[in-house]
């Protein structure tokens, strides 16, 4: 059977996590997380973040960042940082653009940034929103385009509570990122409660979800994301954990 890691995206315990970053990660550690997926503009220096995750004992295994970081400017900075962490597929979770000229145009940026990344051993990916599903002026959706005209050297993450937010079905996502999907954001969504529910009682089909990251071969990780209000940050990723490890024992 193939083993699929899993970690927790830190945007989900940020107010945790800038009070106290060692005793944060310690805590995810000994619930049983594997690994951590930053998120933002880094409020520290890339030794520094190197260093937390030695002393937890976490890996880390990407970070969301900006357009902006792979700018002329920032682009070398931005490839230290991951490099010092073991970021090597850092994702962006948005693009400057609305309309179908300006996402092919963004799709060009993106092919253009993975050909730089190449060069350090590194590829970038792109997380979906519910907006990306939102069809185009030609009725095709970004996330669509996105993935049928970028290099394959660009990945796909796909976000299972944001997708299912906008109509999408998990089960048909999945397949067509074949080769792309590095990473599975595992974000509990029901059709009438929202993001409210843990994973497990939520209507997301994990079971069929697992088997495919399995059988597929490529998964590398399992990242876990809860964002409600309904339950304290820290409890709420760990009884996302406790229910996803339920569906990755079965």
């Known amino acids: 059977m193939v083993y699929l890691p899993v970690a927790v995206q830190l945007y989900s315990v940020r107010k945790d996590l800038a ?17 951590v997926e930053f998120a933002g503009a880094p409020a520290y220096s890339p030794d520094f973040y190197a260093a937390l995750l030695k002393e937890s004992g976490l890996v880390c295994c990407g970070w969301h960042m900006s357009p902006a970081d792979f700018s002329e400017e920032n682009f070398l900075r931005t490839v230290r940082l991951c490099l010092t962490v073991g970021a090597t597929t850092p994702v962006l979770p948005w693009l400057p653009a609305k309309t179908l000229a300006e996402w092919k145009e963004q799709v060009q940026w993106m092919n253009q940034v993975a050909e730089k990344l190449a060069h350090y051993g590194m590829r970038i990916g792109y997380h979906c929103h519910h907006a990306d ?19 394959p050297r660009v990945l796909a993450q796909l976000d299972t509570g944001n997708a299912m937010e906008a109509g999408a079905k998990v089960m048909e996502e999945l397949p067509r990122l074949a080769g792309r999907c590095r990473s599975v954001h595992a974000k509990p969504y029901h059709c009438t409660k929202g ?17 495919h990251c399995r059988n597929s071969q490529e998964t590398d990780w399992l990242v876990v994301e809860y964002e409600s209000p309904a339950l304290p940050a820290m409890e709420g990723v760990q009884k996302c954990l406790q229910g996803l490890r339920k569906f990755l024992e079965a």
């Open 19 to 35: 009070e106290n970053p060692l005793a944060n990660l310690k805590a995810l550690k000994a619930m049983g997380y594997e690994g």
């Open 133 to 151: 599903f939102q069809p185009l002026e030609n009725g095709e959706t970004p996330w669509h385009l996105l993935f049928q005209e970028s290099s």
């Open 195 to 211: 993001f409210d529910p843990v994973i497990g009682e939520d209507d997301c089909p994990w079971q069929e979800v697992i088997q």
